[in-house]
């Protein structure tokens, strides 16, 4: 063999040697996990107990948006889900956990929770949990058990869902950015929704709990109007969401029915400056769920 062949044969051959070391020292989990947009197929979405993908699955025992708690009007900015405590409980769609908080034990709110990133603009977050079963930086598919219910700064077991949007620091929970669970999950059309309007200019309505997909509420009377987002209200912050007023928009949440399927809700102005003669609700998509006028 001559020497330039010779010569050839060796820069090749440390050439693979050097790409197969590179290869070797790469440890992929050290890397940033990201999950484009685009690789992201919503229509994967399960829900986190049943881990089923047919509608309403889980049982929803409180709804996103305006209820009702034994302590007073609340905003909820997320949805909860029953099931006793030690169900396992499973990431909606793949991604990684970016952030997890072990409660301490005696303070209300999340308790044990945790946060997976599913893209560069989406995120879940599991509140209230009895055991995680997952450490920041792990990636988790739809099969992989992440942690089980509890009832960790809480009064019953259940599992608080929440849904992000557009998180500035993924790996801080922020609900000013919380969307409603039911954008990525199935659910069934909420059918008719139930109204009256009463003579005080009150209206009342009956909602589904287990579909609530409304997002906004707009009062009219004449060339009046009044309207409050659900997404414009959450976007306030902890404090001023749980205003019972919304965007000149009063707002009174009721108990759910015994059967967990249904609660009022009544909306009337704030300051009753005009009486309403019509009301129209819409979803998160801007479709019209309700366009009812006073007869």
């Known amino acids: 063999m001559n020497l330039q062949i010779q010569g050839v044969l060796i820069v090749a051959i440390l050439l693979v040697v050097a790409l197969s070391g590179c290869e070797e020292g790469r440890t ?51 949805i909860d889900l029953y099931a006793p405590t030690g169900t396992n409980i499973y990431s909606v769609l793949p991604g990684e956990v970016v952030q997890r908080a072990e409660w301490d034990g005696q303070s209300t709110g999340a308790g044990n929770a945790i946060t997976i990133k599913h893209s560069d603009s989406l995120a879940t977050s599991y509140l209230h949990l009895h055991t995680i079963n997952v450490r920041v930086g792990e990636r988790v598919g739809l099969e992989d058990v992440i942690g089980t219910v509890g009832e960790t700064g809480a009064t019953y077991p259940h599992l608080h869902l929440g849904y992000f949007v557009e998180l500035p620091n993924p790996d801080v929970r922020d609900e000013r950015f919380s969307r409603n669970p039911l954008e990525i999950l199935p659910y069934n059309d909420p059918g008719e929704i139930p109204y009256t309007f009463m003579e005080s200019g009150e209206i009342v309505l009956d909602l589904p709990l287990q579909s609530m997909t409304v997002n906004s509420v707009e009062l009219i009377a004449g060339d009046q109007s009044r309207i409050a987002d659900y997404y414009d209200i959450v976007a306030r912050g902890w404090t001023l969401r749980k205003e019972q007023v919304q965007f000149g928009i009063h707002f009174e949440a009721a108990r759910r029915t015994p059967d967990h399927m249904r609660f009022e809700l009544t909306v009337k102005p704030a300051n009753m400056d005009f009486m309403p003669e019509r009301i129209i609700l819409r979803d998160f998509n801007g479709e019209v769920l309700l366009d009812a006028s006073k007869e």
């Open 28 to 78: 992929p989990t050290s890397e940033p996990y990201q999950l484009p947009e685009r690789t992201l197929d919503i229509s994967q979405a399960q829900w986190p107990l049943s881990r089923d993908q047919e509608p309403n699955s889980d049982i929803s025992y409180a709804q996103y948006g305006p209820r009702f708690l034994p302590g007073g009007y609340d905003f909820h900015a997320g």
